[in-house]
């Protein structure tokens, strides 16, 4: 249901953008309009997250030791998976964000019989991730190329080394193969892994689906079909610089490409794809292992009803002082 | 009580899950699988709400009229008090990484052991009430209505995780499902739902200072005994105090090494130690639990039952807290008592009085867990080990999840371990340190009427404990945790006979060559040094 119901959402999304520009004509408000909604939902959205995310508290040290805790002066700390400091944290959350350093434990429990239990290797989650996300942020990177005048050199640059491949005399990006490769094995896992395809909701299909929907009319504008790339800059640069306008020449399939990614960043807020910012404030991952050393502070921390110890005497005494054990009064 | 199904009928475990959604699938309380409900008078003598008698099997739970009003405003109140649970609701992205990294979902094969799956049980009244798209949507994004069947969903798989956070570990996003698990109890008690078997304990931690209510004369009886034992093995009488004013140190244990087997044998370890040194030490007989099920139950009363220890160094006097081994107790004082209960003023920086080493890794909480202090000694060269004397054991270690994965715990008993026995031989890297397997009865599930979701918790932790027990013989598994102690043989028994259990401290108590002492014929059990351990292997 959750597949059917998430195809049929893009696919309509397709429909209504091929409706609205081709038969509609309504060019303008897919090309000028509707960018300026989804970005001021997706700012709009995301601020709203992150601050309600920071609006609570935390009120306790709850890292996730992944190692060696720094104790006696002999005994060598695991500084990243286990940080002590505030660099080792930097470190451990950089680890985390830009490698995925928890994912890469991952390992597979078997059961064989005997009963056996084994624990196989398994860094393809890992690997497909890395590869989507890494991807996912060349290719926007790449795309600066049309929102910038001129253009900086670290886009050349990115542009340089993801086009080595050459067909013909035009660059095939690397990263345009391997996002599409990165979401559908994220998509193919949901649809074999019976435990993974058990616990997917519509909302974990969607953005597969709208990732898919973006990449491939992309690849088809790029390779196949052709567009105008001087007019489809002179549109993302009149957006960007609020003087929309929308030029002559440009096929649907841009549009589908231009209205899909509107609705993703529309969508992102009130997603799952909010884990990009949230991971940020994970309290396992993000604070140092040094609540001995150090006092953490709860912001709402109240006294408690408490059994103390006069009420404890005065229940024992007698038995406490047959046992010769000490009591404050005699 | 159930009758306890075979290892090998147990074993037989279905890992597809099934074809309806776990929406549709209400909860079916089979016997040997939960655990039976908190007896009102506990609930009085704590101040809990709704006291009354119930049993999770009957159909009317006798919850308060409002009990939806209650769980709900609950929720909000954690959602703005805690950001690990607002955070934890909205950014998991079901990649499933989690999903066979609990020894519940590994022994059960339940697709709601999946920790992911216990999460959105949270999550879908999440959505449904605190969130836009679920309020309009429902069950599209996987929102649904809080019913009573939720309810009994709740308590049964937030009964069925033992908060040790290995899923935590492997998760890319760091949701750690044991905050999910104490968010979902602390909702459950506000309707007066608890499992007997936590919040007795939680009432006798309270009133009598120890788990099962030992009252101070019958605890100085229990380590008078210990002392006799010592005696009969060393020949040298061992002299603890109670209650001392102007001691140096005070020292908390869990209440479980004081009076349950093994236990008591890591506890004759601790005492044989502090006498060979000359500790200046006391032991409280109302700070007499280092344990707290608190933990189990919810960050209150956590911190209600953890006061009693600054509480008591302070009236003593003594200058700082030295621990036990235990793992929740340590996941207490490690994380929450500073927090909770500090700033521990009347404390100083604790120093070795042996070694002058300062523990700075706790200058803050100003308490030290027994095997820093013992490895510091050991290194030092403070004490005098004879290891031969464990020879009869062939030992592997069991890092309690606590330890492991809220304070990074390795080095320090594998340290003291080396030191006092000859034949040491650790599990797979899977099972052990940061990826250890919980016991399978830790987070307060440790009663016998849940034996058999027990034995298939802990069926990871007992498969991998069978393996080095075929490559090597091994005879002993040993830990640094009284719930360990008290659960872990009867899963050998169960899975893997022929293994025993012991505390860390037990085996330096054989190893430890004190001043004066007789020659020791026997381990602090009283079983022969040598002969009859070398197993059957030879």
């Not at chain 2, 703005?80 to 020894?103: T, V």
């Not at chain 2, 909770?340 to 308490?367: C, H, I, Q, W, Y």
Request: glycine share 10%; hydrophobic share 40%.
């Amino acid at each position: 249901m959750g597949v059917a119901f998430s195809l049929a959402v893009v696919g309509v999304l397709i429909l209504a953008i091929t409706l609205a520009v081709e038969v509609l004509g309504l060019r303008f408000l897919v090309g000028a309009v509707l960018p300026y909604v989804a970005v001021a939902v997706f700012l709009g959205g995301m601020v709203y997250r992150l601050l309600g995310w920071g609006r609570s508290p935390v009120p306790f040290r709850i890292p996730t030791t992944g190692g060696q805790q720094r104790s006696l002066p002999w005994i060598k700390p695991s500084s990243l998976d286990n940080p002590s400091s505030t660099a080792g944290v930097i470190g451990r959350m950089a680890l985390e964000i830009l490698l995925f350093r928890s994912l890469f434990r991952n390992t597979k429990a078997e059961l064989h019989g005997g009963p056996h239990l084994a624990y196989h290797w398994e860094k393809w989650l890992w690997l497909g991730a890395l590869v989507f996300h890494w991807s996912m942020l060349l290719v926007v990177i790449r795309h600066l190329r049309f929102f910038t005048d001129p253009v900086p050199s670290f886009v050349y640059w990115v542009e340089g080394i993801d086009g080595f491949l050459r067909v013909g005399l035009r660059a095939l990006y690397l990263t345009d193969i391997t996002l599409l490769l990165g979401v559908t094995y994220l998509l193919l896992r949901r649809f074999f892994i019976p435990q993974v395809r058990y616990i997917s909701l519509p909302g974990d299909y969607v953005p597969l689906f709208l990732l898919l929907g973006i990449g491939l009319s992309g690849v088809l504008m790029r390779y196949f079909v052709g567009v105008d790339v001087a007019a489809v800059k002179e549109l993302a640069l009149g957006v960007l610089t609020f003087r929309p306008r929308i030029p002559e020449g440009i096929g649907v399939l841009f549009y589908i490409h231009w209205g899909l990614v509107c609705a993703l960043l529309a969508y992102f807020p009130f997603s799952k794809l909010v884990h990009m910012g949230g991971i940020f404030l994970t309290p396992t991952r993000n604070l140092p292992n040094d609540s001995r050393a150090r006092r953490h502070v709860n912001p709402w921390n109240y006294p408690v009803k408490v059994h103390t110890y006069e009420e404890y005497e005065e229940e024992f005494r007698e038995k406490m002082k047959l046992a010769g054990i000490p009591v404050e009064k005699e | 009580m159930a009758s306890l199904p075979k290892p090998e009928e147990l074993v037989k475990i279905d890992y597809n899950p099934p074809r309806r959604g776990w929406m549709d699938n209400p909860v079916e309380f089979r016997r040997g699988t939960w655990l039976y409900a908190a007896k009102p008078r506990h609930l009085e003598a704590l101040g809990l709400p709704n006291p009354r008698e119930w049993s999770p099997e009957e159909e009317d739970w006798k919850l308060p009229p409002e009990w939806r009003e209650i769980v709900l405003e609950g929720f909000k109140e954690r959602l703005e008090r805690f950001r690990s649970l607002k955070l934890f609701m909205d950014i998991c992205s079901r990649c499933g990484a989690c999903a066979d990294k609990c020894h519940f979902f590994i022994g059960t094969g339940d697709p709601r052991n999946m920790p992911v799956l216990r999460a959105e049980l949270l999550r879908s009244i999440y959505r449904r009430y605190f969130t836009l798209s679920g309020r309009m949507t429902g069950k599209l994004v996987g929102a649904r209505d809080l019913t009573e069947e939720v309810i009994k969903e709740w308590f049964y798989y937030f009964y069925q995780c033992t908060e040790c956070r290995r899923c935590s570990l492997f998760c890319p996003f760091g949701i750690d499902t044991a905050e999910i698990t104490m968010m979902g109890r602390e909702l459950l008690g506000l309707l007066g739902i608890y499992p007997d078997w936590i919040i007795a304990p939680v009432a006798n931690c309270y009133r009598v200072g120890n788990h099962v209510g030992i009252e101070p004369h019958a605890f100085r009886d229990m380590v008078d005994f210990c002392v006799d034992e010592i005696e009969n093995v060393t020949g040298i009488r061992v002299e603890p105090t109670f209650n001392r004013k102007g001691a140096e140190i005070l020292f908390i244990a869990p209440s479980g090494d004081v009076f349950a087997d093994p236990g008591i044998y890591t506890f004759m370890g601790y005492l044989m130690l502090f006498h060979e040194i000359g500790l200046d030490y006391t032991l409280s007989t109302y700070a007499s639990e280092g344990g707290n099920f608190g933990l189990f139950t919810s960050h209150e009363v956590m911190k209600r039952l953890n006061a009693k220890m600054y509480d008591e160094a302070r009236r003593l006097g003594v200058k700082w807290i030295l621990g036990g081994e235990c793992g929740h107790m340590w996941r207490v004082i490690h994380q929450y008592m500073d927090t909770m209960n500090g700033p521990a003023d009347s404390l100083e920086e604790p120093v070795s009085p042996l070694t002058g080493t300062k523990f700075e890794n706790a200058r803050s909480t100003k308490m030290v867990h027994i095997c820093e202090f013992t490895a510091d000694l050991i290194r030092h060269g403070k004490i005098q080990l004879d290891p031969s004397r464990n020879d009869v054991f062939k030992v592997t270690f069991h890092d309690s999840c606590n330890p492991a994965r809220a304070m990074g715990f390795f080095e320090e008993p594998r340290y003291i371990l080396r030191k006092v026995c000859n034949r040491f031989y650790e599990m797979p890297e899977n099972t052990i340190r940061e990826q250890t397997f919980c016991c399978g009865s830790g987070g307060g599930l440790n009663a016998d009427e849940n034996m058999e979701m027990r034995m298939r918790g802990g069926f990871p932790r007992a498969n991998a404990v069978g393996y080095v027990r075929e490559k090597y013989g091994v005879n002993l598994l040993a830990c640094i945790c009284a719930i360990d102690r008290a659960v872990l043989p009867a899963l050998m028994d169960y899975w893997v006979p022929g293994v025993g259990v012991a505390g860390l401290h037990e085996l330096v108590g054989n190893a430890l060559v004190m001043k004066g002492e007789a020659e020791r014929t026997t381990t602090l059990r009283g079983e022969p040094l040598k002969g009859s351990g070398d197993d059957e292997n030879t």
